[in-house]
Every structure is written in C-alpha cells, then in structure tokens.
C-alpha cells in the first residue's frame, strides 16, 4: 500500500515537474516575443505610426489631418471639406480599386498605402506634383518598421487597422518591402535616383538585362552579391577582378600602349576593349610584348570620387535590388 502511495507521488510529481517546465518554456517564448517588440525602435499600430507621422516621419510639413495640422502641399489624409469627401484609410480603398479595374490585376488598399510610400511616383495624386519625399532615404529615413507603423495609421484614418495585413502582407506589399529594406541596408539610399546615376556613371560600359554598356559584366544578378561585394566593387574595382574581364596591356612595336579586355583573337589579329568601349584590333606582327596586369581593372577607382556621398548611397541600393527578373 505504501508502495503504490508511493508510485502514485512520484508520478504526481514527475506530471506537475513537467507541466511546470512546459508552462515556463511557454512563457519564456511569449516572454521573449514581447521583449523583442518592446526593444523594437517602434510598435506597428495606429499609435505608433501617429508619433511618427507627427515626428520623425515629418510627414506633417507637407500633410495634415482633417482640421489637424496646416500643411497643404500634399493631399490632407483626413476627411476633409469638399476635395477630401473621404479620410485616407477608405480612400486607399477607392484608389486600389480604380487601379484594379485598370490594370486587371489584383491591388489592395494596403499596397496602394504602401506604394505612396515606397514609390511615391507609381501614382500622383491628381491636382498634385511628384514631390512627395522618399521617407526611408536620408534626412528622414525611416526603417521598414516604422514605415509599417505609418501605414498602420493612415489605415485608422476611417479604414481598419488590419495587423495581419501589415505584418503578413501579399506579394506587391512584400515586393515594396523588400524594396525599403534593401535600401535601408544600403544607408538609405534612394533605388530611384540610383538608377539615375547608374545609368549616368556606370551604363556605358555596363548593361542589364542586356540593355546598353558592354565593356564591363552584366549586373542583372549583381543584387544577390550582397553590399560588401558591390561596394567593394566600385571602390577598389582591381581588388577582385571579374573572370572572364582581365586587363591586358599591349605595347606595340611603334611604342603605342593599349589597355583593355581582350575581345577575341583571330588569325593574326587580337582584339582589345578599351575603357571607352572602342574595339581595337591590333596586328599580332606589330606587338612586341602582351601582359596581363592583374592590378589595374578597366573600371576606373576613382568613380566614387565622382559621386556624392549619396549618389554612391544611391546606386548602391539601386545594384542591390537586381535580383535578375521576377515573375
Ligand atoms: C515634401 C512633402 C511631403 C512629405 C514630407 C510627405 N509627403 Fe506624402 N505626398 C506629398 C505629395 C505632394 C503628394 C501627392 C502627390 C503624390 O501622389 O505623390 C503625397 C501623397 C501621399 C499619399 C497619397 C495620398 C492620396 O490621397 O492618395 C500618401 C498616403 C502619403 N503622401 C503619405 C505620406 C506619409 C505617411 C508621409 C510621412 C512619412 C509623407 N507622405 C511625407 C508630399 C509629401
Ligand atoms: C569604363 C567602364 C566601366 C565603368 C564606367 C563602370 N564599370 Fe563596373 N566594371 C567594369 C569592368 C571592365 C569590370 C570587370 C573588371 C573588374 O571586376 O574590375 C567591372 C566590374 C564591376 C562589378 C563587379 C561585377 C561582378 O560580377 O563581379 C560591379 C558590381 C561594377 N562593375 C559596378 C559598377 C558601377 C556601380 C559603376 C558605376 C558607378 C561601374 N561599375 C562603372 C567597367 C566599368
């Protein structure tokens, strides 16, 4: 008898011992979620995102609230006298569906409300100018949370605040975020105005997906590398010399030098890519000494130099987002 009292109480103790652990590795867990949204620099709700709109977002210096605020230079996100019949967050509804009935293809509130932030110039606002601020680039850069947060109050402006939305989004919403993201890994920089200076700077002799530049690699994939290795790339471009474009210099029995990729060889003749995308062909009978020089790249070192400080931000975050093609 004993014996069994005996059995039953340990039984009884290994049942509450594992019960306890489980209740304290669940709480550890859930515990553990929240600190991680306490330590995040801002809630995604509705308040969070007003602190930011009022703040930090500066969103305020072109925008107001129905009677809150003065600014006019861009769309008032309230409901507001007779050219704002409807508060933002329904009328994201009425702009997705208008977009919808024009392109035929899935668009929901939450993308447009997304889309006025990650590209503001997809859609200009009728009686308005593009010249809505890229908010995740500097001097407001705000981070992907707290752009979520912003939406998550423009939603409340007369719409639902709609939390799995935000945080589990579809597809074009997750696209724009990946778009914020990779630029605020980039120090903020600006994918549209990097795609200026891209084409600008480096589009002569670079192409992607096939379009232009052919004395460099195609960088239609160049994303995947990663920032170090872009921006390693364009800073000391001889550091890590793409296969397939090694320099050759050729001195020529008259003197003459030419630097460049070698294109091709033909009977008698070699064929070099100078950094000006002029193809030379030099006579194999006229070339006293050819030599690969591993410490000079075509691309010049100096292209950061001639760049601002966000230009390079910029073309940095711009590279970062080829990925090669989607859909
Ligand atoms: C430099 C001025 C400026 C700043 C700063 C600015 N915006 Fe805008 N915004 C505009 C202008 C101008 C438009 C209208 C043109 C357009 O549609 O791009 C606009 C349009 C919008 C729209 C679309 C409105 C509609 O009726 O469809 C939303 C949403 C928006 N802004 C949100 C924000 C938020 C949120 C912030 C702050 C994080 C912000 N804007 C900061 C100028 C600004
Ligand atoms: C005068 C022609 C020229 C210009 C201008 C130029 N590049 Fe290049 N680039 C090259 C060549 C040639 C290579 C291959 C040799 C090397 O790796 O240094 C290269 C290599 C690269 C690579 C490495 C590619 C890989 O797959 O390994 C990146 C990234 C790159 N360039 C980015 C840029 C960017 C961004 C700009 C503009 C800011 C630019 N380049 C301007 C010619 C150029």
């Not at 980039?186 to 891209?198: L, N, Q, R, T």
């Not at 009978?285 to 130099?305: F, G, R, W, Y």
Request: with cysteine; proline share 4%.
């Amino acid at each position: 008898m004993a014996k069994a009292v005996g059995k039953v109480f340990i039984f009884l103790l290994l049942v509450f011992g594992v019960f306890n652990w489980v209740g304290y590795s669940v709480t550890e867990l859930t515990g553990g979620e929240k600190k991680a949204a306490r330590t995040g620099a801002v809630e995604v709700t509705p308040e969070g995102g007003e602190a930011i709109y009022w703040g930090k977002g500066r969103c305020f210096t072109c925008h107001s609230v129905g009677d809150r605020g003065s600014a006019v230079r861009g769309p008032n996100h309230g409901q507001f006298g007779e050219k704002f019949p409807l508060p933002m967050g329904e009328r994201a509804v009425e702009r997705a569906k208008e977009r919808e009935k024009k392109t035929g293809k899935k668009f929901t509130a939450l993308d447009y409300l997304v889309e006025s932030l990650a590209e503001p110039g997809a859609y200009v606002v009728k009686g308005y100018k593009n010249e809505m601020a890229v908010v995740y680039a500097p001097p407001i850069s705000l981070s992907l949370d707290e752009i979520k947060a912003t939406v998550a109050y423009l939603q409340s402006q007369g719409g639902e605040f709609d939390a799995a939305a935000i945080n589990k989004p579809g597809e074009i919403t997750q696209g724009f975020y990946g778009k914020i993201a990779v630029a605020s890994a980039a120090g903020g920089g600006d994918p549209s105005h990097g795609k200026v200076v891209y084409e600008e700077t480096c589009g002569d002799c670079h192409s992607l997906e096939g379009e232009r530049g052919d004395v460099g690699p195609d960088l239609s994939t160049i994303g995947t590398k990663g920032l170090k290795f872009i921006s390693e790339a364009i800073l000391q471009p001889a550091k890590n010399i793409t296969k397939g474009f090694e320099t050759y210099v050729v001195v020529k029995k008259n003197g003459r030098k030419v630097v460049g990729l070698k294109a091709g060889e033909e009977d008698g003749t070699i064929e070099l890519v100078t950094k000006d995308g002029d193809e030379v062909s030099i006579k194999k009978s006229d070339i006293k000494e050819i030599t690969q020089d591993k410490l000079l790249s075509v691309m010049p070192d100096d292209l950061s130099e001639e760049m601002t400080v966000k230009d390079y931000q910029d073309v940095l975050s711009f590279m970062l987002m080829q990925k090669g093609k989607k859909k």
